[in-house]
């Protein structure tokens, strides 16, 4: 066997030197470690020196890896206590890049271990390299995925469902341990003795079936963008009736998104109801901080004659705090 190949298995990369004898350099055949080949080196003169190196290709240009890595040198003689280096982290784009130096040098037949702990991309244009491999949270990703792929299928396909959902148009197919998990309203209905327990069934009539179906796929964590902002305000609704915190959250961080002249009064009045104190503000901040209560002169009126009175007199608070002289 040529004492220029190296061995890989996973992670680890082996070079078994035969003979390094009087000669002063020795480059290793390139060897595969992830989407790089590398080369290993060894040079002596009064001490010896390893390298390490990605073979100079149009991948390694545009792609330069990090690595983080630890080299280990064993003599195959009678004293076989190996010399470890500290643990290294280097962008390697040349072999100048890389070198460790150790205080003795090995004669004869010796081992060359490189186990490479992590390998990450350095973007080309600067920021955190990303790492090629599985790091912590990659099987809880994977895990999560599936999950949410099952009960894509368990609502799609109603799979064991165990629960009818009326609404304004139709009816839907659900599963009574995901509603409860989600919400303590559903759940005190299939705990209690009530008729929603007995005829495993929900009237939920102030939504269409389309608004319903939405709020499943949120429940059940297979819903879209496009989805959840068509139907947030219906979505808004369901969340303060059925005390779904996270989703009345989302809906009003989504709402503050946009605010326009056009839905600026109808925004308020939803804060106002659904006491959103982010929405509210915001909307107060848009009407009179940025004096866009002009734009909305024509329907003001109407806004007054079904706002709550509490809302008026904050809105006049509103306009006092913005309006006081400099």
Partial sequence: MSDTKVETISRLAQWKIESFGPSTYKRSDPFKISIWNWHLAIERNRYMYIRLYPEPTRLTKEQPPVARFVVR????????????????????RSSDDFYWHLDSTFQGRFIIDVEFLDLKICPINGGEGKSIWPGDGMMQTVAVE????????????????????????????????????????????????????ESSTIDIEDM????????????????????????????????????????KDACEESLLEDINSGNVLERLQEAWLYQLDKLKKGCMVYLFDFGKIFDVRDEIGDFFKQADRDLMLDMFQEVLTSWKPA
């Fill in 73 to 92: 040198v064993t003599s195959c003689g009678p004293n076989r206590r190996p010399s470890v280096s500290p643990i290294f982290e280097r962008l390697l």
């Fill in 146 to 197: 599936s999950t949410i792929r099952c009960l894509s299928r368990m609502l799609e396909e109603s799979i064991h469902t165990d629960v009818t959902i009326n609404t304004a148009d139709g009816e839907l197919q659900a599963h009574k341990a995901i509603l409860s998990a989600s919400s303590p309203v559903f759940r005190s209905m299939f705990l209690h003795d009530l008729r929603e327990k």
């Fill in 208 to 247: 269409s079936k389309e608004s319903c179906m939405a709020l499943l796929s949120y429940l059940y964590g297979t819903i879209s963008q496009e989805a959840f902002w068509k139907h947030r305000l219906a979505l808004l609704s369901a969340a303060n009736k059925y005390d779904i915190a996270d989703l």
